[in-house]
């Protein structure tokens, strides 16, 4: 069971800590569909060159994608269990997922990035806690 804790009643760092398991969720949900979503592409890719009777351009590109979001997914995971547990070495590790999150983006194929970067586009001054 996931229990936040009462801003007023605890300090900002246990408040802070006790939203982390529930951002975690989120994320890791995030992620699922994500790696989902590559594996999708990654078969069709795969499936269109099986039909072409040729390779196809974009799926080596889509299988580097895959592996890339299984790396951050498993980070991710990694992550959630060392700061369960308080364990400070669950930054980096979060650091490193999101870092594999980003090669994988960058290696979806060019015909399927979107013009907008939602991950770095944002105004991170606005985003304060209160």
Known sequence: ??????LQG?????FI????PICESIFYLLLLAYKTGIAAYQLWSATRAM???RPRASTPSWDEAAKLAGEALQLAVD???KAAARDDVADEITERALEK???SVAAIPASHRRSI???????EEGAKFC
């Open 101 to 103: 999150l980003n090669q």
């Open 117 to 123: 970067d939602l991950m770095n586009n944002w105004d």
């Open 10 to 14: 605890s300090s900002e760092k246990d």
């Open 17 to 20: 800590f006790s939203l982390r």
């Open 79 to 81: 992550a959630a269990i």
């Open 1 to 6: 069971m996931l229990i936040i804790a009462n």
């Open 51 to 53: 039909h072409a009777e």
